[in-house]
Each structure stands twice: as C-alpha cells, then as structure tokens.
C-alpha cells in the first residue's frame, strides 16, 4: 500500500493528543513552543489558564521535566524567563500523596475550614521542598516528612505538631533563595482532578498561595488550570486573590501556530528521511537533529501551506468549493466560539490516517480529505465525553436532542428549543446531577456562553463539528456522505 508507512507515523504522532501519555524523549522532542505562551514563565504569573487540550501539561512538562527552559529563553530572548530559577512540580498522583479520591472527600467535607485547608496545602508544599530545606529546618520538621501520605489525618496530625515550624522553614527558605538571586517555581497540574462539587481544594490552593504572593519573592507558585475550572471556582475571594488573578495567561492559538504544530509533531513522528520526502524538503529546510528534535528553519504561512498542499492537497475535494485543506482543518475542530486547539487537530489528523490504512485504498495524495472528513465524526463523540467532567449534564442534553427532532435538525428556532426543554426539564439530567440552571429559559444562554452553541444572524442556533455528531446534532440539507 502507497504510503503505508508515513500513514503509521501519523497514526501514532500524538499519543491520542494527551500529552500526559507521551513519552518524555517524544515530548521534548515534538514540543512546540508558542511566542505568546512564554508569558507563562514570567515570575509575576502565578496562572496558566486553558482549555482541555491547549497545550497545559505540554508546557507543564517541558519546563518541569525537562528543563526546556534554557532553550526558550535563547528562542525568545525578550521573554521575562528567570536564569536562576529551578521547577519544583507538585505531583498529586504519586503513592506519598493521600489518594485523589480522599482529597476531594476532604475539600467536600461541610466541617472543612480555612485553616484545614492552608494546612494540607502547606504540608504538601514542605514535603515538595524537602530538600530544599536546612538542616535545622527539616529536624523541626521532621513529623511532615515522616507522616504517612497515604490518609489526610496523618498529614494535619504532623502538622499541628510541627506548629509554625513548618511556615518559619518556608520563610527562611524564601529569604535564602532572594539573597542568592534565585527563584523556585512551583508547578501544579492535573487539578480537574481534584474537583468534585464545590471545587474547594483548587480555591484553597489559589487562597493559600494568594497570601504568600506578597510575602515570598524566592518561592513562586504556577498553577495550570482549566479555564472553566478557574471560572467556577476561582474567580473572588478577596485582594489578594485579585491580585494573582490579575497577572493570569490564557493559553490560545492562532491558526498558524496550530499548523505550526502539527508540522512539528509530524517531523518527528520517526523516520525523518520519508517525512522529508513526503513533504518534499531538502536538508537545508529543517534545523535541529535527532536528539533536539527537527523543526522548518523558516516557518513562515508559505512554508506552512506548501506542506499542508503535499499532505492532504490543495483542496478538501475536486475543486476550491470543496474548502482549501489549510483553512478547512482548522475551522472544523473550532468550538462556537472560535477557539481551536491542539488536541483535536492532532487527533484528527491521527485518526484520519488510521482510517485509511485500514481502507487499504490507494490515494492521490499520502492523506485523503475523505478521512479527514469522516473522523470528525469520531472527534466530537471523544470530545463530548470527555467534557462530562467539565459538564456533567452533557450526557444527558445529548439523549434530549435525540428523541426531539425538532431540535435535533440545525439550526433551530429558539422557542422550538426552549419548548422541548421545558417539556422535558424535570426528567434526570444523571446520577448525583442537578440540572444545569435553575430555569430551563437561562440554559440557552448558558450553552452559548459554554461555546457549544451559537446564535446565527437570523436569530436561529446552530453549532459546530466540534459537538455536531457528539451530541447527536443533524443539519438540514441531508446526510454526510462517508468512507466506505
């Protein structure tokens, strides 16, 4: 089979779009590093905010794991990137951590109160910063390092016997590290995992470390965040919160650094010998190697258009009003609110290859739009399910718009949706799950406000591939012709 091989490649470019499944030789290798996201290591930023796939744990671990950041600051010489500066992360799925589960019970708990909650959060902290400790220091503090991690109890019991041990070791830390010039960066990731109800344990992480802001210069915390999870329950909670809050990125993609990336990702996907052939690059095009990874020395929107052309084509079908492939592929992994990111363009692209090597079909070009199209299908169901987390009555919105036609066939009127939902708002929206508003008249505006949907200039609602099959959408005008 014709490019069977470079269809492999793509196939396994991505580790399904998780970067918390690739391997750290494949990440440090394919990371992409995006001009405006280098905000992020600024000392003043203490939040990274993104949504599910754009590229958190990705940068997470590329300058906690990897130590990237000596590359990036060389690649982007007028970032604020400190010299002296050492990544500390917080793993809060490791065995000498209470288990996720017992943390969420913990922070859900009615009896919680705030200075439970600064405690778990400190210890936790001293245990991290273990080493950076004095002697004198850890000798007082000895019962947090020793507790048990595996229940919460042990932790607070070592805590109230160490006193205001634990925070003077903190203090002295923190003025050490600003006579020496140096800055430790905390770094917290995965915290959607912490979540259950209230959201307690991300707020009292953001509380605790919102106090400390002002009162520590060596010692600086990063916490990578969700951006609905931080809408939810981070936004508030006084002048000092709204003091980190303030100095906050949000991870975000222009069209051409998604392209970008996904160019990136497929150069080193293995075997840059028949990448480069596919892609009909000479030598002289690319910079790096083997062990750095490779990249385009010109990345310019030619140069990102030339290899999109030699990959899917210049256009989705016969002619230009099929779509030109580069905008094509971007524009339908976007939510409502024209947000695209990472994970979905390379899992589309993933998926796509996957289905044609299984086609067994020969090509004009090494991937068919054909599968482009047809694993969008496949995208917006992967999408959709993994949104529960973020929307736990998702499951049950999508089983409404099945069994009500009018409102299943886009776009729609308004009244013909607000009818349906009323008429149906009382059934269960999920085990343990409250609906999603208190009046079924505000869950339009909420799904509009979520991106899921949009209103037209007609008045009507529609929304986009990102969610048309996952939640059972059709439009109007027939059925979506696929691979056979």
Known sequence: MKNEEFLQLLSNMGSQGRAESESPQHLR?????????????????????????????????????????????????????PVNAEWIPVNLTKKD???????????ESESLNDSEAAAFWEVILVRSLWNQLRPEDQR??????????????????????????????????????????????????????????????????MGYWATRSRRWKGIRSKLFMRTDIYNRFGVGGGPDLAKIAANRITLSWSDQSLLGMLIKRILNAGNIKLVRDVFHLSTKELAGDENVGWSLRKETPEALDTIVTSLLGKYMGAGPKKGETQRWIIKHIKDCQDNAVPRFLVRLIESAASMQLNSRNEYLVPLSPLFIRDALSGISSEH???????????SAFADRIRRSPKNRSMPFERKTFEVEMARTWDESWGVGVSPPCTDYRNFLRLLVDSGILRERYDGRFETTDLYLDGLGFRRKGGVRKRVK
């Open 29 to 81: 290798k394919s990371f992409y590093a995006v001009p405006e996201h280098m905000r992020a290591l600024d000392p003043d930023v203490t939040l990274v905010l993104g949504s599910r796939g754009a590229g958190k744990t990705s940068l997470f671990r590329a300058i906690s794991e990897f130590g990237l950041t000596d590359r990036l600051r060389m690649q982007f010489p007028r970032a604020n990137i």
């Open 97 to 107: 951590v209470p288990p996720q589960e017992k943390i969420k019970d913990f922070f």
């Open 140 to 205: 007082q503090c000895l019962q947090i390092h020793e507790a048990s991690g595996s229940t919460i109890a042990s932790l607070l019991a070592a805590a109230e016997q160490c006193g205001l041990a634990s925070a003077e070791a903190l203090d002295r830390l923190d003025d050490r590290l600003e006579q020496q010039g140096r800055v430790l960066f905390i770094g917290y990731d995965d915290l959607d995992l912490l979540v259950k109800r209230t959201g307690k344990g991300v707020s009292a992480l």
């Open 384 to 394: 959709v399910k993994a949104s529960e987390d973020e929307w736990p009555w998702l």
